[in-house]
């Protein structure tokens, strides 16, 4: 059976089960944008009439259900996904999440995450991480997610301001050690980022990465769905930084 005849079935097989709603790979294999218009109604409709939903989704901006249709490529994925991280957000307590909470006050004294008050090159808000600050050892998991959610969601709320609507990510990983190496928080900041800030990753800079983050990388690298891997660059020197942030808005130089 050739392409297009196995094509042809797939989308007879979408409709059937899919009735109304868009194919987002038209004849011949050409893809359609998953955030296009059409699919963006057809996706609002769906949560309208979702019982979980209910009236709350008339409020909700278009780019953000194009983040989920990035995500998720498919109308009822989208609608799945979106579902259930708004079950996550209300169970969490999200918006609940204030900087006076002891948790957060913990971890922001520490500086190792911090949100620079500059945006970066393509107008992307951006938190410097200062992977040295972090001991694997002397962390508490529950209260690091807290943090990692909390900043996120206000990484999130400040490219909502902006064109960009996803946000800039920067470990400086100078005198990195093993001590520092978490994999279970690296582990949740993925899943977050995947599954509750769809598309909110615009990109991930990792600067001053040493010999031994090579090794750890090899481990951390397929944990990331292709999309994020292609939003990863390692960067090693003014030059390239410069390519994506002015080095005058950075709290010091990095190199």
């Known amino acids: 059976m050739g392409y297009d005849a196995v094509l042809a079935r797939c989308i007879r097989a979408f409709r ?25 109604e057809s996706l609002r409709e769906a949560l309208k009439k979702d019982s979980d939903m209910g009236e709350q989704i008339k409020d909700v901006p278009d780019k953000a259900l194009k983040r989920f249709l990035r995500a998720h490529l498919t109308v009822p994925e989208a609608h799945k996904v ?39 090159k393509d107008g992307r808000p951006i938190i410097l991480v200062t992977v040295q600050l972090h001991d694997t050892k002397n962390r508490d998991m529950e209260v690091l997610t ?8 206000t990484l999130s709320k400040l490219s ?3 064109e960009m609507d996803n946000i800039c990510v920067l470990f400086d990983m100078k005198d990195f050690s093993l001590r520092n190496m978490d994999y279970q928080f690296v582990k949740t900041l993925i899943m977050l980022l995947q599954r509750y800030f769809p598309e909110r990753l615009g990109v991930c800079l990792i600067v001053n990465a040493p010999t031994l983050f090579s090794g750890c990388w090899l481990i951390i690298r397929p944990w990331l769905d292709e999309r994020t ?8 020197s003014e030059e390239e930084l410069s390519q994506y942030i002015r080095l005058d808005v950075l709290p010091r130089k990095l190199f």
């Open 82 to 120: 979106y579902v259930k991280c708004e079950k996550w957000r209300h169970k969490y307590g999200v918006e609940n999440i204030k900087p006076e909470d002891p948790a957060i006050q913990s971890e922001l004294a520490t500086g190792k995450g911090i949100v620079l008050e500059e945006r970066d």
């Open 229 to 236: 891997r292609k939003k990863v660059a390692f960067i090693y």
């Open 146 to 153: 807290k943090f990692t959610v909390y900043m996120l969601e």
């Open 16 to 40: 059937a089960l899919y009735p109304g709603l868009p194919v987002l790979m038209a004849a011949g294999g050409t893809k359609i944008k998953p955030d296009c218009q059409e699919n963006v």
């Open 160 to 162: 909502d301001q902006g």
